[in-house]
């Protein structure tokens, strides 16, 4: 109307609206935990308070956090990544209480429920999201340490392999043991060295763009800038072989080859780092034995059902048994599949809240990295829009590893389900990241400061 | 850069896709395959652990299930147990299902795609989905006359509603005690099951239903229909009798058991001759109208096709190619003619009917959860084996049989009943099975029922009628009474 076109349109901060759909991921998230209290005792539990209050003031705090210091940012991500953590821990503790009713059966005692755990590692979360929002007020400022990140990223890394601290559970050997604590620190590496191949990647990147040779047909770099890529793929190699984990392997080498696309804008590399992997995946299928057996298996698991097939035959039966609709929650029989709680709390979901319930949360976490790569293409520094994109690469990227597994896409790997699956070190690292995706999508969605150009000095009014 | 990160994010696009792909081959498509392989115990708890829904005669449940405090929630009880057994079948841990408990298992555990609605319900009020009700089409009165009329004797009654089809009576003699075999107790179960298997009587056979005997007399049905039929027959015509007919192109000659001819002058009218269920009449009848006119009248009441009544009986049979002589022993039902108890009841129900063949049935209703009817059996016609006209004349020879023939012991004051017995010859060296078809009330038929009580229940002098028409009558006044 009477608004002088001249002013620049104040630009809406959405807050109201993230507050909005915080209160409706409070409501669910609470209607799924009575619900499977009222299916399987009848009654509220207890916990249920415990669990309502912490729900409400973690997410009062979160928003209040955002609201101050990321007043930009995003308004999806937040209550998206709320909702998810508080569907994981109503799933932790539906399964504790199907190991309680087990239990009784058995005569055994009561185990100690998982859940306690879980919620506190989300308190740990959200605190560790907060300080993040508060520590980096500018996300630019993280590239003045990409190569402390690659040092501690890499150290952390090898820590697992390290005599003493590290241990092997499962038969993988990621995880660091200090007296009570156990750590995994792959998943804290993650984020660090998505900083590093982002600082890398901003500085060399043009020179990794340029082209030597061509191909048939394919725009060839030139062979020493082959480096970098190689050194990822070894890192990778060495991750598989000697921590006999596949899935970080694979993580960290697809969050490789998709950054380095972005930042050379070069499809070659791309088809460059697929060849590496192929290679690499026929190489560990020959020489290691652990990783045959998981392609056996994951060929024909029938055939191997009540041995190393074990696990994801049961995760099949339970995802089938769900059907489309699933058992409804507290009806199936989710503790069949060994580790229910972590690696397969998918198949849990499958069976109980059916095919319509995983595409749901399939869906959410397809928001959350749609929002993350908006966030990329809105960054108007080329470190952001590696970072964000990096950040939302490894999320989908885990994502897909570990449903494809417990779903037989894919071979079966030991990736934890983000915000879903029981385990601290995964959520506090996941809920550091959608503190750096929302400081990005902040910065790119602020108003501009008015910015001093240095060509004129400026004029002061004084009082005289 | 932004060209490449959508880029990018379209390849996870393509990646999501194929996560719900996988899912959806998993969950929705193929998930039955994978429910139903070997090794996934769910499926038997998961059942368990639901309410299945009843099997209902009249009212009362036959079969319900009852909360335990075991980890298998609930029991299924079979109440009376062995009368209906044919009908129900068992719930086993370990065998799995039969009969009904098989044939209407999506419906009893709720899995049917008809209870979605209910499903969704059940969903969202957070309780334990609940099974549906499978009402029979059984009589109860009518069951318990068959039962004890057998009285443990081995053999099979089949009723059936001669309008519509629908079974009234489904008794096999002597049954088994489907509790024995649906406890929680699979060790218990084993030792059960195998002692029924090892009890030369069977009694795990549906017999009514799985069983084909020689049908004898009671075949004269078929050949007199199939007189009829032709044109060149009345029930008056008269047709030779003979002490002896000689069998073409053999050196046999087929008797009568009397050893004397069947009229004056070896002459009888066809009424009489079904009266006195004279062997030579009909062996002469047979190869007068041919096999093929003998096979096309038995295939329209039913021979030579498989029911689903829902469970799947057994097929009765009319020779394919049999010479003059065996087409002559096929006419008086003997050869390899082979017919169940069921195919007896609705020869009998398709002359009742005016000729027209029923396609039997045993559940009239499915249920919901909340016990409201869900789904009612539509009657439904097989095929019309004879004229109105024909059906009506062949009914009243039946009466004759039953009030001047070889039939006595069906008569009900009061009610004019049609029948005919056959005591068929089983070509070992056991005694003869005893027939009875009947069907009442001549005016407008009821019911029609067959007897068959296998060689002859031990019983020192073996015949339809002394044996099998009483069960019979029982039935009937079941069925009448109630």
Redesign the interface.
């Known amino acids: 109307m009477s608004v002088p076109a001249a002013l620049p349109a104040r630009q809406p901060t959405r807050r109201n609206a993230e507050a909005g759909l915080l209160v409706v991921a409070l409501i669910i998230g609470l209607a799924a935990w009575a619900?499977v209290d009222?299916?399987m005792l009848g009654e509220l539990s207890p916990a249920f308070t415990i669990f309502a209050i912490a729900a409400i003031a973690l997410a009062v705090v979160a928003h209040l956090g955002v609201r101050f210091a990321a007043t930009y940012a995003d308004p999806v991500l937040l209550p998206a990544v709320f909702l998810l953590n508080l569907l994981g821990l109503t799933m932790i503790h539906r399964l504790d209480l199907g190991e309680d009713a087990r239990a009784v059966?058995n005569g055994t005692a009561t185990p100690s429920p998982d859940v306690t755990a879980q919620l506190t590692w989300t308190a740990l979360g959200v605190a560790l999201f907060l300080l993040t929002l508060l520590v980096v007020r500018d996300h630019r400022r993280l590239q003045r340490y990409t190569y402390t990140a690659l040092f501690i990223g890499l150290l952390l890394l090898i820590l697992p392999l390290a005599p003493g601290i590290g241990a092997t559970i499962n038969g993988a050997t990621l995880w660091v043991r200090l007296g009570p604590l156990s750590f995994q620190p792959a998943e804290i590496a993650k984020i660090l060295l998505t900083i590093f191949f982002a600082g890398y990647l901003v500085v060399k990147k043009d020179s990794l763009a340029l082209v030597r040779t061509k191909v048939l047909g394919l725009e060839l770099p030139r062979g020493r800038d082959l480096g970098p890529l190689l050194v990822a793929w070894l890192v990778s190699l060495g991750v598989l072989v000697f921590e006999r984990d596949l899935g970080t392997s694979l993580l960290f080498f697809g969050l490789f080859v998709?950054m380095l696309?972005?930042?050379t804008?070069r499809f070659s590399w791309v088809v460059l780092g697929g060849l590496l992997f192929i290679v690499g995946s026929f190489g560990a299928y020959f020489a290691f034995n652990h990783v045959r057996v998981r392609v056996q298996v994951w060929l024909d698991p029938?055939a191997y059902?009540?041995e190393q097939g074990y696990q994801i035959?049961q995760s099949?039966?339970?995802?089938?048994?769900?059907?489309?609709?699933?058992?409804?929650?507290?009806?199936?029989?989710p503790l069949?599949v060994p580790y229910a709680k972590s690696d397969f709390i998918i198949s849990a979901f499958?069976e109980e809240l059916?095919?319509t319930g995983?595409?749901a949360i399939?869906m959410l976490?397809?928001i959350i990295?749609?929002r993350g790569?908006r966030a990329?293409?809105a960054c108007r520094d080329?470190f952001g829009?590696?970072v964000a994109?990096g950040l939302?690469?490894v999320l989908?990227l885990q994502v897909?590893v570990v449903?494809?597994g417990v779903?037989?896409?894919i071979p079966l790997t030991g990736l934890t389900t983000p915000f879903l699956a029981a385990g601290g070190s995964a959520l506090i690292a996941n809920w550091i990241m959608i503190a750096l995706l929302l400081r990005i999508s902040d910065t790119s969605r602020r108003p501009d400061a008015i910015v001093l150009s240095p060509d004129d000095a400026l004029t002061q009014v004084m009082r005289l | 850069?932004?060209?490449?990160?959508?880029r990018?994010?379209a390849v996870?696009?393509v990646?999501?896709g194929?996560?719900?792909l996988?899912?959806?081959w998993?969950?929705?498509l193929?998930?039955?395959?994978?429910?139903a392989?070997s090794?996934?115990?769910?499926?038997i708890?998961?059942e368990y652990?639901r309410e299945r829904g009843p099997i209902l005669v009249n009212r009362s449940q036959v079969a319900r299930s009852v909360r335990t405090d075991d980890?298998l929630n609930f029991l299924r009880v079979y109440k009376p147990g062995a009368e209906y057994a044919p009908a129900t079948g068992f719930y086993s841990l370990v065998y799995g299902a039969t009969a009904l408990e098989r044939t209407e298992n999506s419906v009893l555990s709720g899995s049917d795609s008809r209870f979605f609605v209910d499903?969704?319900q059940?969903?969202f009020a957070?309780?334990?989905?609940k099974g549906g009700g499978v009402v029979t089409t059984l009589n109860a009165a009518a069951q318990d006359a068959a039962w004890q009329g057998l009285a443990g004797r081995k053999g099979a009654v089949v009723a059936i509603n001669p309008t519509t089809g629908a079974i009234l009576a489904l008794v096999s003699s002597p049954s088994f005690d489907p509790n024995l075999l649906s406890n929680h107790k699979p060790d218990e179960i084993r030792s059960s099951y195998q002692a029924l298997e090892s009890d030369p009587d069977k009694p795990l056979l549906n017999r009514p239903l799985a069983i084909t005997y020689p049908p004898g007399s009671t075949f004269k049905l078929v050949t007199t229909a199939a007189a009829l039929e032709s044109g060149r027959f009345t029930p008056t015509t008269i047709i030779p009798g003979p002490a002896e007919y000689q069998l073409p192109n053999s050196t046999k000659k087929l008797k009568n058991w009397s050893g004397q001819p069947c009229g004056p002058g070896g002459k009888i009218t066809l009424e009489e001759a079904l009266a006195v269920s004279c062997n030579t009449a009909f062996a002469w009848l047979g190869n007068e109208l041919g096999a093929d006119a003998l096979r096309a009248e038995a295939e329209k009441f039913g021979f030579n096709t498989s029911f689903q009544v829902p469970m799947t009986a057994a097929t009765s049979r009319f020779p394919a190619n049999p010479d003059a002589a065996q087409t002559a022993q096929s006419a008086i039902g003997q050869f390899d003619v082979r017919a169940t108890a069921l195919q007896m009841a609705m020869v009998g129900a398709a002359i009742g009917n005016g000729g027209v063949t029923m396609n039997p049935y045993l559940v009239d209703q499915i249920l919901a959860p909340d016990l409201s009817v869900l789904s009612q059996t539509q009657a439904s016609v097989f095929q019309t084996a004879m004229s109105q006209a024909n059906a009506a004349a062949e009914l009243i020879m039946m009466v004759n049989v039953v009030d001047h023939g070889t039939g006595p012991n069906a008569q009900i004051p009061g009610v004019r009943v049609g029948g005919k017995t056959g005591t068929a010859q089983t070509g070992n060296d056991l005694p003869p099975h005893a027939w009875f078809v009947g069907v009442a009330p001549a005016e407008a038929p009821q019911v029609a029922v067959a007897v068959v009580v296998e060689n002859g229940g031990g019983s020192p002098e073996i015949s339809g009628n002394k044996l099998a028409a009483p069960i019979a009558r029982a039935v009937i006044e079941a069925v009448l009474g109630s």
């Not at chain 2, 090794?39 to 499926?43: E, I, P, V, Y």
């Not at chain 2, 957070?126 to 989905?129: E, P, V």
């Open positions: 619900n009222l299916v059966s998709g696309y972005i930042a804008q029938f059902q009540s035959v099949i039966f339970g995802l089938s048994s769900g059907g489309l609709l699933g058992s409804g929650w507290g009806q199936g029989f069949f499958g059916g095919y995983l595409a399939l976490y397809a990295v749609t790569m990329s293409v080329p829009t590696l994109a939302s690469i989908a897909f449903v494809g779903t037989r896409l | 850069m932004s060209r490449q990160v959508r990018l994010a996870l696009g990646l999501l194929a996560l719900l996988n899912l959806t998993i969950q929705v193929h998930a039955d395959e994978y429910r392989r090794g996934n115990t769910r499926l708890l998961e652990n980890s499903r969704i059940q969903l957070g309780t334990k989905t």
